[in-house]
């Protein structure tokens, strides 16, 4: 329970976290909005300046000093403008990208483009003298540094989104890889240990076969004996990479369905649907079993002494074989269903939380297979899918 509560937290930490990278994400947008609205509003200003200094400009005469209003003209090296007359022909253009191959070409497009502009909103009407209908029309752009800027918040946000993608991606590989190594480490010293103690039982036994012959409960210990000598086997191999051999999946299932119902209530009852023809499949016997028997213990427990049913179902296709393991217990809550193969997750009071996790590993690393949770509503029982293929 504890564990499922620190699941609990973890999640609302993470959903915590994107909330606050939303909210600096949308200040960072309004900022940006603001900056260049203000931007904007300066390269109107300065057009309105010259817009003046193309006025003055026109009315010059011969006595007009126009060092001034030749300055304010040139110093406008980055804003694209465009200059038309009352009938709306072009008379002058700056800082203006064309690919036209004629001058008829590039006046057309500057033409379109002075067309663009009003459309945008973006002129302004200049009259050349009062009362009378002659004016200037000055249409202008924004200036490359202005469209830069409103385009760069976009490109820190995507390069931002992307550096944290490449964090978390390299968290959790390492992550996954400092548990591999607990893993590995934890099923060799749980073998080694165990292998004391089932030498020490194995003599005993052999002692007490030739001091006690006819005793009934000498095959019984043998049974156990041979059972912590599998158990030992198996985990030796966590962390190695045992070679799958072709192996028969009626076998497996069939040793599983005995060893459980030997082993649980009479109330449940386990119940083996395979198809009449023998299946074969590259695996490691061994391994493969432990997985079932985990998830089969796991029904047991999810039916808390109740009757009930284990079902243990196996379809095949051309090139995929897959077992499906159905209980009729409590089932799984929707928001943990995402969780049961978590290392350290568990409902139990009583439990590590390993068991699922360690069947993950089973299926997916070593026989390259899938396992998830296929079905489970709560009161209704659930179903765990395995799927291997055939050939690997």
């Given at each position: 329970?504890?564990i499922m509560?620190?699941?609990?937290h973890i999640?609302?930490?993470?959903?915590?976290?994107?909330v606050?990278?939303?909210?600096?994400?949308?200040?960072?947008?309004?900022?940006?909005?603001?900056l260049?609205?203000?931007?904007?509003?300066?390269?109107?200003?300065r057009?309105?300046?010259?817009?003046e200094?193309?006025?003055?400009?026109?009315?010059?005469?011969?006595?007009?000093?126009?060092?001034?209003v030749?300055?304010?003209?040139?110093e406008?090296?980055?804003?694209?403008?465009i200059?038309?007359?009352?009938?709306?022909?072009?008379?002058?253009?700056?800082?203006?990208?064309?690919?036209?191959?004629?001058?008829?070409?590039?006046?057309?497009?500057?033409?379109?483009?002075?067309?663009?502009?009003?459309?945008?909103?973006?002129f302004?009407?200049?009259?050349l003298?009062?009362g009378?209908?002659?004016?200037?029309?000055?249409?202008?752009?924004?200036?490359?540094?202005?469209?830069?800027?409103?385009?760069?918040?976009?490109?820190?946000?995507?390069?931002?989104?992307?550096f944290?993608?490449?964090?978390?991606f390299?968290?959790?590989?390492?992550?996954?890889?400092?548990?591999?190594?607990?893993?590995?480490?934890?099923?060799?010293?749980t073998?080694?240990?165990?292998?004391?103690?089932?030498?020490?039982?194995?003599?005993?036994?052999?002692?007490?076969?030739?001091t006690?012959?006819?005793d009934?409960?000498?095959?019984?210990?043998?049974?156990?004996?041979?059972?912590?000598q599998?158990i030992?086997?198996?985990?030796?191999?966590?962390?190695?990479k045992p070679?799958p051999?072709?192996?028969?999946?009626?076998?497996?299932?069939?040793?599983v369905?005995?060893?459980?119902?030997?082993?649980?209530?009479?109330?449940?009852?386990?119940?083996?649907?395979?198809?009449?023809?023998?299946?074969?499949?590259?695996?490691?016997?061994?391994?493969f079993?432990w997985?079932?028997?985990?998830?089969?213990?796991?029904?047991?427990?999810?039916?808390?002494?109740?009757?009930?049913?284990?079902?243990?179902?196996?379809?095949?296709t051309?090139?995929?074989?897959?077992v499906?393991?159905?209980?009729?217990?409590?089932?799984i809550?929707?928001?943990?269903?995402g969780?049961?193969?978590?290392?350290?997750?568990?409902?139990?009071?009583?439990?590590?939380?390993?068991?699922?996790s360690?069947?993950?590993?089973i299926v997916e690393e070593?026989?390259?297979?899938?396992i998830?949770?296929?079905?489970?509503?709560p009161?209704?029982g659930?179903?765990f899918?395995?799927?291997?293929?055939?050939?690997?």
């Open positions: 329970m504890r509560q620190w699941t609990d999640r609302r930490i993470k959903i915590g976290l994107v606050m990278a939303i909210v600096i994400a949308v200040a960072s947008l309004a900022a940006s909005s603001l260049t609205k203000d931007l904007a509003q300066q390269e109107r200003s057009m309105e300046v010259w817009a200094a193309m006025r003055a400009l026109s009315q010059a005469d011969e006595n007009t000093d126009l060092a001034l030749l300055k304010v003209l040139n406008n090296n980055t804003i694209p403008v200059v038309l007359d009352n009938r709306n022909r072009v008379t002058d253009f700056r800082n203006v990208r064309l690919k036209a191959e004629s001058k008829a070409d590039s006046m057309r497009q500057v033409s379109a483009l002075a067309q663009q502009y009003m459309e945008a909103r973006q302004i009407k200049i009259p003298s009062a009378r209908r002659d004016v200037i029309v000055v249409c202008y752009d924004e200036s490359m540094i202005l469209k830069r800027l409103a385009i760069y918040p976009y490109v820190q946000l995507g390069m931002v989104v992307v944290v993608v490449l964090a978390i390299a968290l959790l590989t390492l992550k996954r890889s400092e548990q591999n190594k607990i893993w590995v480490g934890l099923s060799k010293e073998a080694h240990q165990l292998g004391t103690p089932i030498s020490s039982l194995m003599a005993w036994t052999t002692i007490l076969r030739e006690y012959p006819h009934a409960l000498l095959p019984e210990m043998d049974k156990d004996v041979k059972r912590l599998l030992a086997d198996r985990f030796s191999k966590i962390g190695s070679e051999v072709p192996s028969s999946l009626n076998n497996v299932l069939e040793h369905v005995d060893y459980m119902d030997k082993r649980t209530s009479k109330h449940v009852r386990i119940a083996l649907e395979v198809p009449n023809h023998e299946i074969i499949v590259k695996m490691n016997a061994s391994l079993e997985v079932i028997e985990n998830l089969c213990k796991n029904a047991v427990d999810a039916m808390k002494g109740e009757a009930g049913t284990i079902t243990l179902h196996v379809e095949e051309a090139g995929e074989v897959s499906e393991v159905s209980d009729t217990g409590k089932g809550r929707k928001k943990d269903v969780n049961v193969f978590r290392p350290g997750f568990t409902t139990k009071h009583r439990g590590w939380g390993l068991g699922l360690l069947a993950k590993r070593y026989h390259h297979g899938k998830y949770v296929k079905s489970s509503a009161g209704r659930t179903t899918r395995i799927e291997l293929k055939k050939r690997q």
